[in-house]
Structures are given as C-alpha cells and as structure tokens.
Nanobody
Framework: QVRLVESGGGLVQAGGSLRLSCVAS????????MAWFRQAPGQEREFVSA????????NYADSVKGRFTISRDNAKNTVYLQLNGLKPEDTADYYC?????????????????WGQGTQVTVSS
C-alpha cells in the first residue's frame, strides 16, 4: 500500500535543468529501493536511475550518466532526480518506482509500486 507522487516536470530549452521530486506515502520509505524510469512517445519505458535506501549505491543509464543525479531525503520520504544539460531526446514522461526487495535492478518488472508520472519536454 505505497503511493508515489511525482512533480517538477515542465518545458525547458536544451541545456537547461529540472529537478524532479517523488514523495512516498503509505509505507516505510527509508527501507525502499527507489528508481526513475522514463517513457518517450512511441517508445518502451526505460530505466534512468536507481538508489539504495541509505544512498550507498546508485545506478544510471549510460544515456544520462554525468548529467542526471539521483538523491533521497528519507526524513521527507522523497527521492529526487536532478536533470542537467537536458537534450531533446530526454523528452519523456518520468516515473518514480519503488521496491522492498534488495537490489536496484534496471528492469521495470522488478519494481512493484509506481507513480503517475511527470512530463519533461526539452525544446531545441
């Protein structure tokens, strides 16, 4: 019984930045493994980033490594995704996901709980 709500999406120019937030409720956030996925129009949902409960480990897709940063604030039940150096190909709906099992896998089937998404549009 976990609810995830994303926010922070918007329209930005190429090279700009956004900070996405995902607030969790209904469970023990500090024990959750958290991830971000995205889905562009006409494409499959793809892994973006993930983080362990105490931020010891993180993982990033090669396409965003060096530009995006995942972080979390367990006191606020929130995970963040800082998007810097945005490119038009980053345009997508961004989804927050959570799992209670160990590990931070890159496949969406491994995550049980999902938010409704927040849209990021990057213009050239």
């Amino acid at each position: 019984q976990v609810r995830l709500v994303e926010s922070g999406g918007g329209l930005v120019q190429a090279g700009g930045s956004l900070r996405l937030s995902c607030v969790a409720s209904g469970g023990a956030f500090s024990s959750y493994r958290m991830a971000w996925f995205r889905q562009a129009p006409g494409q499959e949902r793809e892994f973006v980033s993930a983080i362990t409960p105490t931020s010891v480990n993180t993982n990033y897709a090669d396409s965003v490594k060096g530009r995006f940063t995942i972080s979390r604030d367990n006191a606020k039940n929130t995970v963040y995704l800082q998007l810097n150096g945005l490119k038009p190909e980053d345009t997508a709906d961004y989804y927050c996901a959570a799992r209670t099992s160990i590990g931070i896998p890159t496949t969406e089937v491994e995550y049980r709980y999902w938010g409704q998404g927040t849209q990021v549009t990057v213009s050239s």
